[in-house]
Each structure stands twice: as structure tokens, then as C-alpha cells.
């Protein structure tokens, strides 16, 4: 019997999800069918109620969708309640369930680039959009011994920061004198996407990696700049490697399947390939 799985967003067009699920079901020989659907501004709750008619019971939802489906979903796991967003929505009896699987990506990649785990790190964040708010309660389950996030608009940091009761997180612009080493730098603003390096006034010290959420077929502005600012002592990735990774935790949720670190490098390099043709 065939499964039937989707991602929903707009625009939608260039989403790798189809290509990363049909390889997680070609290896473990599971009938499945994964499409790309463009959801109509307005229309996502009508396109999920829709879906569900026609038989899918798992969809993955990107841009500009992750609150929509989290207002939407009947229950949510404690990790998207903290996120305040769901980029995986599951059918049960009870209607759907959404889970957010950003973070549980990022910290596996994270991990594999580091070699190491977050615990006991100090980490400095560029962005406070909804990206970070995904993100963050993961990385704070690490147990980092910091974490600063720096934005355009520093209010916009603050205020994501108020949303818990932890005093080793702290907020500012991207004009604040970062007055401390990190340990991991992680770009989740949108100059990456405008080809752009980071507009800081002031260049922190990073003595482990930089890590930029967004992936391209080069190394993008932000890891060029890593790379030019504290040489080969400091690793650099973008996330390509996350991408695959909450794809991963998303087929898990919905198969029960264990997904391999060896089947995620495979798929990793092989759309590595398919960016740079």
C-alpha cells in the first residue's frame, strides 16, 4: 500500500524535499509517493483539509506556512509548542499532530560538523526571525553555557529572548561589541540569501565554527567571510547538512524507520552535486 506525503509552501517550486524522501524510501523498500504542492496565500488550511481527503497522512511544511500549521494542528509535541511553529504535521485519530524537526536537524548537523556536542558552549546567533524561534529551543536543551542573539532590531531579539526564563541566554543589535569568545557563530539572517556577508559593526571572536542556516550551490557570503576572517582553524558549513537532517527526523515521525548518519551523508552528497551542476 502506498504512502502519500508532501511539502506545502509558496514559492515551493524549488524545494529537494521530494528527491531526499523518495531515497529514504528507496532504502528501506517502502511504496511511497512525496510531492511538492504550492499552497494559495489564504488557502493552507483549505489545502490540508483537501489533502487529507485525498489520503496523505504526513506533510512537511516550509515557508511561509510553519505558524499557520501550528494554529492549525489539534495537538502539539512540547518542542513545536516552544518553537511556536510546526514544520511536520502527522494525522492521527485525534486529527493532526504537528512537530517541529528544525531543531532536532540543526543539532545533529551541528554536531557532525563540530564533532562534538553543544554542552557547555558559547554560542552567538545573527537573526532573530522565525528561523531562530524554531531553533532555539533545541539548542537550549543542549544545555550551552551561552547563547546571544543579535539582530537588526534589537527589540526583536529581546523579546524573543523573554520568552524564557534563562539566564544564560542575552540579546542585543548587530552594532553590540561582542565582549567574549564563541565558540559557534550561526547566521540566520537573510544576507546569505541577498549574497551579502553580515553587516556587524564589530567582528566577534569564533574559535570553533561558523555555521550559516541557508545553502547554496557555493559557499555562501557568510562562510567566505567565516573562511577569510579566522582561517582553516575554524570550520565552516552551510546548511545543506540540517536540511537532510529534519527531513530525516520527519520520515522517523512518520514511518517509525531509523534513518542512518550513512544514508544522510549519501543524500548529502549527492545533492551537493545536483546544486553545483
Known amino acids: 500500500m502506498t504512502d502519500h506525503f508532501a511539502v506545502l509552501g509558496n514559492p515551493i517550486k524549488h524545494s529537494l524535499s521530494p528527491f531526499i524522501h523518495q531515497q529514504f524510501a528507496q532504502q528501506h523498500s517502502h511504496e511511497l509517493e512525496y510531492e511538492k504542492i504550492e499552497a494559495p496565500v489564504d488557502e493552507f488550511k483549505a489545502t490540508v483539509e483537501k489533502l487529507y481527503e485525498q489520503g496523505y497522512s504526513g506533510l512537511n511544511v516550509t515557508l511561509p506556512y510553519k505558524l499557520e500549521a501550528h494554529a492549525l494542528a489539534e495537538s502539539l509535541s512540547e518542542r513545536a509548542m516552544l518553537a511556536g511553529a510546526v514544520n511536520t504535521l502527522i494525522r492521527t485519530d485525534q486529527g493532526w499532530y504537528g512537530d517541529n524537526t ?8 551541528l554536531e557532525a560538523v563540530l564533532g562534538d556536542t553543544l554542552n ?10 522565525g528561523s531562530v524561534q524554531g531553533i532555539l529551543p533545541a539548542l537550549l536543551e543542549q544545555q550551552p553555557a551561552s547563547i546571544h542573539i543579535a539582530n537588526r532590531t534589537a527589540a526583536k531579539a529581546e523579546q524573543l529572548i523573554n520568552q524564557y526564563d534563562d539566564e544564560n541566554l542575552s540579546a542585543s543589535g548587530l552594532d553590540f561589541k561582542f565582549p ?16 551579502e556577508a553580515p ?10 565554527a561558523c555555521y550559516d542556516l541557508f545553502y547554496a550551490a557555493k559557499p555562501t557570503e557568510f562562510m567566505q567571510w567565516g573562511k577569510q576572517l579566522y582561517g582553516p582553524k575554524v ?16 520520515y522517523e515521525l512518520w514511518t517509525e524507520t531509523y534513518i542512518s548518519d550513512e544514508l544522510i551523508d549519501s543524500i548529502q552528497a549527492e545533492l551537493r552535486q545536483k546544486l553545483t551542476r
Open 102 to 109: 528544525d531543531g532536532i536537524g540543526l543539532i545533529s548537523d
Open 120 to 129: 557547555s558552549m558559547h554560542i552567538l546567533i545573527l537573526g532573530a526571525g
Open 180 to 195: 567574549q569568545m564563541y565558540d559557534l557563530l550561526i547566521n540566520a539572517t537573510a544576507a546569505s540569501l541577498d549574497g
Open 199 to 208: 553587516a556587524l559593526a564589530h567582528t566577534p571572536l569564533i574559535s570553533s
Open 235 to 250: 570550520k565552516s558549513s552551510d546548511g545543506l547538512g540540517m536540511l537532510v537532517r529534519q527531513a530525516a527526523a520527519s
